[in-house]
Structure formats: C-alpha cells, structure tokens
C-alpha cells in the first residue's frame, strides 16, 4: 500500500508540473501576441496622429466644389501618384427636389500646391504631395449624370487622406 501512494502521488505531482508548465507557456505565447498586435494598432494611431488635415470650402459651383487641404502635421499626405488617387473626397448636398445626395469622388484635380499663407506655388507635376506647412487647392467633380448643386443649397465636404485622417466642412452656394 505504501509504494502504490507513492507513485500515486508522483504521477499526480508530475501531471501538474506538465499542465503548469503548458499553460505558463500559452500565456507567454498569448502575452507576445497581444503585444505585437497592440504594437501595430499604436503605430496606425500613431501615423493618423501625426498626419492631421485641415479643410476649407473655397468655392461651390453648378458641379463642383472647390477645396482648400492644409496639412498641419507632421507627415506629408500625398494625392495622386499617376493614375492612382490617395485620398478620396466626399461631397453631400440637397438637390433641386429636396433630396439629400452624396457622392464618393476619387478622381479630383489639384489646381496648385504651395506654402501655407505665402505665395510660393509649386508645379503639382513634380510636388503631387502636400508637406507639413502646405495647403492644395483640389478640385471636386461631380460624378456625369448627378444633379447640380442649386443655390442656397448646404454642402457638406469631407476629405479623406490615405492614413486614415478625415477633415470636414460646411459651405452655402451663394451664386
């Protein structure tokens, strides 16, 4: 009896070393995991952090909007490359019939690129981006076939960069 408590107890003493040592070893696996992914969401935050926009109705028209992008952060925001659009503008307004449209509008044109508050431009064939301490004037297109935007109409403007950053404003078509 006494060598069968012995060995009894062995085997139990041992099966809770194993299960320790395995579950001390998910934990840490764990542990790694939600540190790589907290890693990477706080360097995503980081990026739309430092990549802060402000935007200005300049100007609305019959069919289209005027913008003024102002990069007042630390990293540089970049807008066309070839074909391709990096940032994505949406435009919101009440037609003729009363009827609220919007439209998601990626294809846009930067009229100028220059140094906030200055008149020092740039050719935005070789500065397709926005610095930090630089403002583009874009120009938004309705979509062919949408309504005109009447006037008195509110039009709600909302630019989006490729970090994730959104700026928003309001304006009234005046004429």
Do not use: Q
């Amino acid at each position: 009896m006494g060598f069968s408590v012995s060995l009894s107890s062995a085997i139990v003493i041992m099966s809770l070393t194993v299960f320790l040592i395995f579950s001390a070893a998910i934990l840490f696996v764990d542990w790694l995991e939600f540190y790589a992914v907290e890693r990477e969401y706080s360097g995503r935050l980081r990026c739309k952090l430092d990549a802060l926009i402000e935007l200005e109705i300049s100007g609305i028209y019959n069919n289209s909007v005027n913008l003024l992008v102002r990069n007042v952060g630390a990293r540089t925001i970049f807008l066309v490359m070839g074909n391709y659009s990096w940032c994505s503008v949406v435009i919101s307004y009440y037609d003729d019939g009363g009827v609220w449209r919007s439209y998601l509008i990626d294809d846009y044109g930067v009229l100028w690129v220059r140094v906030s508050s200055s008149n020092v431009t740039f050719s935005f064939e070789s500065h397709s981006y926005i610095n930090p301490g630089e403002e583009a004037l874009i120009e938004v297109y309705l979509p062919n076939g949408a309504s005109r935007i009447p006037v008195g109409s509110v039009v709600i403007a909302v630019f989006a960069t490729h970090y994730g950053t959104v700026a928003s404003a309001e304006g009234v078509r005046k004429s």
